[in-house]
């Protein structure tokens, strides 16, 4: 309260203000507000001492700040003003240190040089019940020992009710002080801990229990949310942690730490915490359960679209037709190795069955019980060999947006077939030698190896030991493919299983057009003249064509004439019993490349699609854009490669 300073004369004492030095020594914490200039005019010593704060800062201090309920002080600052005096709970300023304070406020009118001010008396409640439990327990202290003895007893049957809850108690339960150190343990926390009561009560825990993560690491105590508790007053939940028994082995757990208050301070935590390490295991096994089943469910869905992609797309007989000395040759070379695992390289010119052999080995070997996984390695772009291959993990690349198992990966326990290997990129044949030799991979952006049991059938038209002397293949991938080669013969040489072969294809057209088609003798020697460049696979489109443009039964086989066709016929025989003209391989590859050429020419430079020079050639546009690539040849100003 503001003074004005009375004069002072020699021979005169001061006369200090009654209600001045009242207001002064008040035991009560008292403030003198201006109600509507929202201003603390004046606070008296106890009420300092009670907010924590200077008298100066209080003086300069709005009382709308103070309390921080501007609502609820204007309903309170109202009731005074109406009724002359009135009391409440409901504002509750804080601290200086930033302590929630729960106070009474009771307020009266004081004029004051002409303007009214409220005087307002603040009353800590918790110091009220504190001095009300103190004369409670006066009058006891009166009433004579055998009252003081009746509450002892109460308050023994309470700790003996507080001590057979924490003994029945199925979790752990343990309290430490501010300083970490334990205070009590009960007997389920001793079961679960191997630890006693005796060896924990008056040390830190946390150095004992709580040291270190399930991975080893330091786990340092201020990092404790168990000493958390105690250090800001909330409390802590967990779960997904270990504590250390006293065998040294870790307890999973999920526990809570709670802050233990006295009269307002915090001075410790209980901490209740229950073992989940069983229930921890089962959830991982049923995660791993669930990711096996993702993961098969992945590898069924990919086989189920493998193997549909090869319904689509596959044109040959499930079994070999003919009845020549090649063929019978190539049947006894599959029967040798199909039972064992040894890789196999098959060779020769493009339609002469390749994939129809690599088939027939997979089925009558050990692994037909396992899908047979073709990879066609001329249609894999350069950058995606390793992620087709070995498969990838989600962010591996841009676009990688799930995982992937690779073709080794599917065709783990059966066969994996290279078809054109030669195509495989210089910078992936090292790790494909790898698997092959290891049987051990990563997928693309995962560090994990995998294992797998995989054999490899690799099938090629190119002379790969050229491919080698030229730096384009590796030589020791080339020696681990090529462990039991397989030539496939091309159909000029073997002309005598033309007619067989095209009855079986004429036979499949007539089920498929419901018509009865017949190749006349006529036919079966024409067909027989021909040299069939695209071996069998151009047979069986010519007696496709063939049958589709077939009338009144009859078939119309469009081949082109050959010279064979026109010359007489003891010349026809001489050129029948003649051996072939033998080839050497870049005789073979310079044939192919004018071969190619001549198509490109006649279509315009047009690949894919009806009318393109795959179509011409009768084969696949990936293979033949391969072939373009591998022969080096340069695009003219045709329509364009890409039709």
Partial sequence: MATTPMPVHDDVAPVIDPRIAAFESSVE????????????????PAACALLGYDRALLRQTRASTLTGELAALTVFTQAVLHKGAYWTTALNPRHATGQDLRLEYAGCLLPHDGRTL??????????????NVDAAAEDHMRGGISTWQRVERVFQDIERENQLILRAAGEGIYGVNAEGKTTFVNPAAERMLGWTAEELVGKEIHPIVHHTHHDGRHYHNHDCP?????????????????????DGSPAWVEYTSTPIRDRGV????????????????????????????DRLRERLELENAYLQEEIRIETNPRGIIGGSEAIQKTLRQVKLVAPTTAAVMITGESGTGKELIARAIHEDSTRSDRPLIRVNCAAI?????ESEFFGHVRGAFTGATRDRIGRFELADGGTLFLDEVGEIPLELQGKLLRVLQEGHFERVGEARTRAVDVRVIAATNRDLKQEVQRGRFREDLYFRLNVFPIET????????????????????????LKSNLRLSEGDARRLTRYDWPGNVRELQNVIERA??????????????????AQAPAGAARQKADARPAVMTSSEMRDHERANILAALEACAGKVFGPGGAAEMLDIKPTTLASRIKALGITPRPWAGLNG
Avoid: C, M
Wanted: hydrophobic content about 45%; charged content about 30%; aromatic content about 6%.
């Fill in 266 to 293: 915090v001075v410790g935590a209980v901490v209740v915490f229950r073992d989940v390490s069983q229930r921890r295991e089962a959830d991982e096994k049923l995660h791993a359960a669930l990711a096996e089943v």
């Fill in 118 to 131: 409220l005087l307002l008396t603040l009353t800590d409640l918790e110091a009220r019940r504190r001095r």
């Fill in 226 to 246: 168990i000493y958390a508790a105690f250090r800001d007053g909330a409390v802590h939940q967990v779960d997904g942690e270990v504590f250390w028994r006293k």
């Fill in 489 to 512: 013969v091309p159909l000029r040489e073997r002309r005598e299983d033309i007619p067989l072969l095209a009855q079986h294809f004429l036979t499949r057209e007539s089920k498929a």
């Fill in 381 to 385: 772009p350069r950058e995606l060999f």
């Fill in 29 to 44: 914490a008292t403030l003198l507000v201006d109600p509507y200039g929202d201003q603390i005019v004046d606070a008296n």
């Fill in 547 to 564: 049958a589709i443009l077939s009338q009144n039964g009859r078939l119309r086989i469009d081949l082109p004439d050959t010279s064979g």
